[in-house]
């Protein structure tokens, strides 16, 4: 059993910033794992965030570039995704998810980003 818990997420101003962060418990091993940030807006697919693989190699989605920041602690089964200069259009529930060697791929149940101006 893999369990992946967000936390971090909240209400903030225009311009403002949050730290969410996804704690991956259970039979994973995290540093072989290739973690993601999705975000889902109200009436909108899901949309991958952020991804960093288990060499460090780092991929933003352009809407962010240059506002996020993703990083792991693979000491500490842990995924953060800094989020800078926050706008309303950043307004989702934000999950993350796992992509493990042979294993199908792991989601969080996420947490509610809401950006207000």
């Known amino acids: 059993q893999v369990q992946l818990v967000e936390s971090g997420g909240g209400s903030v101003q225009a311009g403002g910033s949050l730290e969410l962060s996804c704690l991956a418990s259970g039979y994973i091993f995290f540093s072989t794992c290739k973690m993601h940030w999705f975000r889902q807006a109200p009436g909108k697919e899901r949309e991958l965030v952020s991804s960093?693989?288990?060499?460090?190699?780092?991929t933003y989605a352009d809407s962010v570039k240059g506002r996020f920041a993703i990083s792991r602690d693979n000491a500490k089964n842990t995924l953060n995704l800094q989020m800078n200069s926050l706008k309303t259009e950043d307004t989702a529930v934000y999950y993350c998810?796992?992509?493990?060697?042979?294993?199908?791929?792991?989601w969080g149940r996420g947490t509610q980003v809401t950006v207000s101006s």
């Open positions: 998810a796992a992509d493990c060697p042979y294993r199908p791929r792991y």
């Open positions: 960093i693989s288990s060499d460090g190699t780092i």
